[in-house]
């Protein structure tokens, strides 16, 4: 009975009243708090940054109150300038807010060089094969009096025979010195049987 009292009194309505105010009021409050923090209905359009140095890149995003971190820098593209951005994320065009971090992923300055595997002796297929596999292009086949036709007998960059090992740029063009399967000159080995 003293409850059903007590529930009817001013003293609990007023009591529901402040606290459902102050309720309504801290929602509000925290909306407000909320929109201004998150930056609320704020869009910025990311720039596209492909093909820029980074110096020119670091210019736009500041204009646009972006920031940026650099991610990658190992992949060299030849049809980009060196140490300019190859690819961004997120992308260009995408909505973004205030501050937000730009992934940026920087042309390497040159090919990265390779270790030539030791591959003489091993036939032209699976040499054409195991080069064009670790980023080499095929130059141009030379034969050389050999009992092994289509035998790899020497490597070659530039005119220089390559020795396994050796460090070249990946896409470089490596010529081939291949045995041509005759035996060579059978009059030395005729003097040799005598």
């Known amino acids: ?14 009591s529901i009243i402040i606290m459902i105010l102050s309720l309504v009021i801290a929602i509000f409050l925290l909306t407000k708090f909320l929109s201004f923090k998150t930056h609320h209905d704020q869009r910025i359009t990311v720039p596209d940054l492909a093909k820029l140095s980074l110096d ?6 500041k204009e646009a109150d972006l920031k940026f971190i650099v991610i990658d820098s190992a992949r060299f593209n030849p049809d980009y300038p060196p140490r300019s951005v190859i690819e961004q994320n997120p992308e260009a065009g995408d909505f973004v807010k205030e501050g937000r971090k730009i992934y940026l992923t920087l042309n ?10 030791d591959l003489l002796g091993k ?20 034969y050389v009096p050999d009992i092994g036709r ?16 050796e460090m070249v740029a990946k896409n470089s063009e490596i ?20």
């Open 108 to 117: 390497a300055s040159n090919y990265r060089k390779v270790a030539i595997p």
């Open 175 to 194: 010529d081939l010195v291949l045995g041509d399967g005759k035996l060579g000159n059978t009059s030395d080995l005729d003097e040799d049987e005598n």
């Open 123 to 142: 036939t032209k297929r699976q040499v054409v094969t195991h080069l064009t596999s670790i980023g080499f292009r095929i130059g141009t086949f030379t």
């Open 150 to 165: 289509d035998v790899v007998r020497k490597l070659k960059f530039k005119g220089k025979e390559l020795k396994s090992g």
């Open 1 to 14: 009975m003293q409850l059903l009292k007590y529930l009817k009194s001013k003293q609990f309505i007023r």
């Open 56 to 61: 020119e890149a670091d210019v736009l995003l």
